[in-house]
């Protein structure tokens, strides 16, 4: 499910980095002053969101094999790590390792880091976790009760996450994907992987349960923080804006044709043509800002991006040439510098 | 289990690498990341269909190679992996967007080819900036660098904490592996009724660790607050270094450059 | 220097689940003694060391390192004086690199980064690591990571040290290493071990535990030569007091 920075624009790169980053800073705050008073256990938790985060990474390596197939599964660990850490702790150790997955195994990119994070992090520890997972686990737990829970939010963690890729994707406008195909071709794979996933999830938290209960976060029931309904407020605010923005992207891809549902007709007007005041907004932030160009947000933009593409045959041969030389000058730059490497590689050896 | 000692040899690799000493290393690694980052951006702000302004980007790649002294198969590969999602995710663009044009006198090839053409070079150099830039600057001081970006502290440190611990789980989770395999033959996996247990036992093995962890930390002097070392000054070379990249992506960016240097030869 | 005494009695401690782990321990430890702790597995060797330096707290009893009581007021300066090392090393170097591991215990109690880099090099020094000092702590090697774990505490400049399984998991040649260095520490010592071999070398007095209580405290010579009580205690002589299998001598 990581996202890869080829497939994203700035825009929405940019923008999703900065609300994660935005949840990121509200969570090291949450963790710092959780334990107000009682100092100790947030000093704890540091090592222990280490080590955890490590345990997820080497985790999301073991392949589970699903009975009855041939096949096999892993877990993604976002619930896993809100039943250990809780939410925030949770979130933020999610961050960690996708920030280290993008970096050393190129899992989705630095720009794409904010996009995967929120997918992977921010649907799980926050929604599906506070939502669902504590609601149910809230008063008493049982086995039962873990394994609907767990099944419960790693599930719908895993459909918020890949919507909100095929809307990321959407947005960025880089592939001619359609939306809605996209959009049912993402579920239900990832309802099947939701599944396993919970299952595994379930399995473990509930050994853990059994064995050393001390180790899973503590849900007091019936203590309600007086901050929750803040915080529900944004998570209700949020889930709007990614709904009402599915929604509008949906209505506006189809709705230039009626409202008929096909391919070939939606990719008619490939550069989607958004229309509302949702998207002279982002297209007036963009004309702001303007290094980031416009994505066929706009109808103005098309054409200017087609005075890009070479259609006359004069600016076609001129730049094709022009490929050539900057290709043999790239070429130059890298020998040059080779030399430079083997000089330096001489150098170092005598 | 190839999967999971493989993991920890590509980890081993990039970290072995960055460990060099040469004109990259040795810069701040907080330019390192603002130049990664605005390379990465600058690629990615190019409409689909703008593959050739794509071409002088190839620079930055070639440089930081040859001046790293990075091997480049190894990395080239690694950075092959993410291909098939690209490949996959972006197949519709030639299938879907038939418009054709005309890319020299009577040879016409259809928009989606070209969008596809420039999604994959995008691919290659979002990732191959990502991996130039892990193998070029080792991990505590990307840590040193996001703190000088003023990430919180309690990120950083876990991040150091997270890297650390990978290597030590990872061998523990392969031995299991090893262990479990070596009894359970003809299985692809964990055999679902072990699922449980073998994950949980591993988690409670896990948090004894980070408790022991923890303990050492606090006989140490540790009390909630984590020293760390001075951070580096930037010098003029790393401004230097910031200064010519900008210039470079800004340019690029800005200017078709293999348009105009074609249409200075072509005289059109 | 009655300062560096360390002091146990009539401890008792009970594990969260219910079993009994110290039953009744005192002993008492003068300054720059080796002593061995040693006994089966489970015998409550390492519960004893952590709550020497506070991390457990007895049910009851009393601990005093020097002049102070092991309680939470004390344990910063309890801790500082005493230099603990894990039976597990990769647990104790826990950062990047091997400096800002050794460097963690001087930077926690604040001390100028100079004096931290002095200590640093001082006891990456003692144990011979000083060119490990820009490695990560993954690439060392078992010896290595056990030489750099001490000097993660002898960069505090402890008077104590409290070591628990120092020799496992080494190899003959490191372990023979370790010996010598141990030997050369003029510290208290307090070494929580299986490795009899080590003791023999090392420590001048042994204590032996065994279900929690004190079995038999005395002169390594004397109890490692008491094949009886070694028997008992789950332990066995150590190769060096065995008599040779073929010729019957020493």
């Keep these: 499910m990581h996202m890869a920075d080829a497939l994203i624009s700035p825009v929405v790169g940019g923008t999703m980095f900065a609300v994660t980053a935005g949840i990121a800073s509200y969570s090291v705050k949450k963790v710092q002053t959780k334990f107000d008073g009682k100092l100790e256990l947030n000093e704890k938790k540091i090592p222990l969101m280490g ?27 976002g619930i896993l790590l809100a039943a250990l850490l809780g939410p925030y702790a949770g979130f933020l150790t999610m961050a960690c390792i996708l920030t280290i997955q993008a970096l050393f195994f190129a899992d989705g990119g630095l720009l794409a880091l904010g996009c995967n994070i929120f997918n992977m992090g921010f649907y799980t520890c926050f929604i599906a976790y506070n939502l669902i997972y504590k609601k149910i686990v809230k008063n008493e737990i049982s086995k039962k009760k873990i394994f609907i829970a767990s099944l419960l939010s790693v599930i719908t963690g895993l459909q918020l996450g890949a919507f909100s890729v095929v809307l990321e994707t959407a947005f960025s406008g880089k592939t001619e994907l359609p939306f809605g195909p996209f959009l049912l071709l993402m579920q239900p794979i990832h309802l099947a992987i939701g599944i396993i996933e919970g299952l595994i999830t379930s399995a473990v938290i509930s050994f853990v349960w059994n064995a050393r209960p001390e180790i899973l976060e503590t849900i007091k029931s019936g203590q309600v923080h007086k901050k929750v309904s803040y915080k529900k407020i944004i998570i209700v605010l949020l889930c709007a804006i990614v709904l009402i923005g599915g929604v509008v992207s949906l209505y506006a891809s189809s709705n230039p044709d009626g409202l008929e549902w096909s391919i070939e007709k939606i990719t008619g007007s490939s550069e989607v043509e958004y229309t509302g005041a949702f998207h002279e907004f982002i297209g007036s932030v963009q004309e702001k800002i303007a290094f980031l160009p416009d994505y066929g947000f706009k109808n103005s933009s098309n054409e200017q991006m087609k005075s890009n593409i070479p259609v006359s045959a004069g600016t076609s041969v001129s730049g094709i040439i022009g490929s050539l030389l900057t290709a043999v000058l790239a070429i130059l730059i890298g020998v040059t510098t080779n030399v430079y490497r083997k000089l330096k590689k001489g150098a170092n050896q005598n | 289990m190839s999967n999971i000692t493989s993991s920890i040899y590509k980890i081993r690799f990039l970290d072995e690498m960055s460990q060099r000493c040469t004109v990259i290393h040795k810069l701040h690694p907080l330019v390192k990341l603002i130049v990664s980052i605005v390379y990465i951006i600058t690629t990615v702000s190019f409409d689909k269909y703008e593959i050739i302004n794509l071409i002088p980007l190839a620079v930055y790649p070639i440089v930081i190679f040859n001046l790293g002294d990075i091997p480049f198969m190894p ?61 070029t600057t080792s991990i505590d001081n990307i840590a040193m660098s996001l703190s000088k970006l003023k990430v919180p502290k309690i990120f950083t440190i876990q991040f150091l904490l997270t890297y650390r611990y990978i290597y030590v789980l990872i061998e523990e989770f392969a031995n299991i592996w090893t262990a479990y395999t070596l009894r359970a033959p003809k299985q692809k996996g964990i055999h679902y009724k072990s699922w449980g247990s ?71 | 220097m009655s300062q560096h005494k360390v002091i146990l009695k009539n401890i008792f401690y009970t594990y969260p689940d219910g079993k009994k782990a110290i039953n009744g321990i005192s002993f008492e430890i003068n300054h720059g003694e080796s002593v061995a702790i040693v006994g089966s597995n489970g015998a409550g060797k390492s519960t004893l060391l952590l709550s020497m330096v506070g991390i457990l707290s007895p049910d009851s009893g009393d601990i005093r390192i020097g002049d102070l009581a092991v309680i939470k007021k004390n344990f910063s300066t309890i801790r500082q004086k005493i230099g603990f090392t894990f039976q597990n090393a990769d ?97 208290t010592k307090i070494i929580a071990t299986h490795d009899l071999d080590l003791v023999l070398d090392v420590c001048e007095r042994t204590i032996v535990l065994g ?35 073929i010729c019957s001598k020493r």
């Design chain 1, 51 to 77: 080590v955890m985060g490590a345990f997820v990474f080497a985790a999301q390596m073991i392949n589970f094999t699903i009975p009855g197939t041939g096949s096999s599964g892993h877990i993604g660990g």
């Design chain 2, 75 to 135: 990395v080239f590969k690694r950075s092959l992996i993410v291909l098939p999602i690209v490949l996959g995710v972006g197949i519709f663009n030639p299938i879907i967007d038939k418009e054709p044009i005309i890319i020299f006198a009577n040879v016409f090839i259809s928009r989606g080819w070209i969008s596809y053409l420039g999604l994959v070079i995008k691919c290659f150099f979002t990732v191959l900036c990502a991996l130039l830039f892990i193998s």
């Design chain 2, 198 to 268: 073998l994950l949980g036992q591993l988690l409670m093995r896990t948090y004894d660790r980070a408790q022991s962890i923890y303990y050492c930390m606090v006989l140490r002097g540790y009390n909630g607050e984590y020293h760390q070392s001075e951070e580096e000054k930037l010098y003029l070379k790393d401004y230097i270094y910031l200064f010519i990249w900008i210039c470079f992506m800004v340019l690029v960016r800005f200017y078709n450059i293999p348009v105009l240097l074609g249409s200075i030869m072509t005289g059109v």
């Design chain 3, 91 to 187: 647990d104790q170097l826990f950062n990047a690199t091997v400096y800002d591991d050794v460097a963690f215990g001087p930077r926690s109690y604040k001390l100028s980064e100079i004096e931290v880099k002095k200590r640093v090099e001082r006891a990456l020094e003692i144990v011979g690591a000083s060119h490990l000092m820009e490695r990560p702590p993954y690439k060392l090697s078992g010896g290595e990571k056990r030489s750099v774990s001490i000097a993660s505490v002898l960069s505090m400049e402890p008077d104590i040290l409290l070591m628990d399984e120092p020799s496992s998991a080494l190899d003959p040649k490191s372990r023979r290493r370790l010996i010598n260095l141990l030997k050369d520490f003029t510290h």
């Design chain 3, 211 to 245: 279900n929690g209580q004190i079995l038999a405290d005395g002169s390594t010579q004397k109890i490692l030569n008491d094949g009886e009580l070694l028997d008992r205690c789950g332990l066995e002589k150590p190769f060096a007091l065995q008599s040779c299998p």
